[in-house]
């Protein structure tokens, strides 16, 4: 008899993922991949902006959770958890990006191809390209402890409270860091008068 894994809750689907027999494991954790791999991916592609990369980080990620599952809290949220891992990993992406462009400025010139070249390529079409680029722009420059609590809440649409649990902080800190970060991209987006 097969076991239709998709239907089941999160929480069941870790139980069986970790002590499941060979094949429910595997079954069990990709129904896991299937349910949460486009929410990390836009959370994902929202931090380093290129869609390859993002790709490969959303990989990383389930990869990493995969090896973690059996400290998993099955009384937590499992999108929260998935969350947080993607959020290291593109935090460790963005430490790597940082150690390649200081490596490009002080290798000397011939070195320079041997350095990868991982910059954020073109956005997508879009009606208002200036608009566009001034938002991201301003989202870029917000301060992770702002921008994260705004990407998870605004567009992954997590609650206060699973958003704070991804950051490690309180439901009333994600709420202010919110309000603090829609502030500063109103600033920062507003047509020069």
């Known amino acids: 008899m097969s076991r239709d894994y998709a239907g089941l809750p999160d929480g069941d689907l870790v139980a069986l993922a970790r002590a499941g027999e060979d094949g429910g494991r595997a079954r069990a954790y990709a129904a896991i991949v299937a349910?949460?791999?486009?929410a990390l991916y836009r959370l994902i592609l929202a931090h380093v902006r290129d869609?390859?990369?993002a790709l490969d980080l959303v990989q990383d990620s389930f990869v990493a959770a995969h090896a973690a599952l059996?400290?998993?809290d099955t009384g937590r949220s499992l999108r929260a958890w998935l969350s947080r891992i993607a959020l290291n990993k593109c935090r460790d992406w963005a430490r790597?990006?940082?150690?390649?462009?200081?490596?490009?400025?002080?290798?000397p010139i011939d070195a320079a191809g041997e350095v990868a070249d991982d910059r954020v390529g073109g956005e997508a079409a879009a009606i208002d390209r200036q608009s566009l680029a001034r938002t991201l722009a301003a989202l870029d420059a917000?301060?992770?402890?702002?921008?994260?609590?705004?990407i998870l809440c605004a567009i992954e649409g997590l609650s206060q409270s699973e958003a704070a649990?991804?950051?490690?902080?309180?439901?009333?800190?994600?709420?202010?860091?919110?309000?603090r970060a829609r502030a500063a991209l109103r600033e920062a987006t507003e047509p020069a008068a």
């Open 35 to 38: 349910r949460h791999k486009g």
């Open 51 to 53: 869609a390859d990369e």
């Open 70 to 72: 059996g400290r998993f």
């Open 96 to 107: 790597r990006r940082r150690v390649r462009a200081i490596l490009a400025r002080v290798l």
């Open 142 to 150: 917000l301060p992770d402890a702002l921008r994260a609590p705004l």
């Open 165 to 179: 649990e991804v950051l490690g902080l309180s439901a009333k800190a994600v709420e202010l860091r919110v309000r």
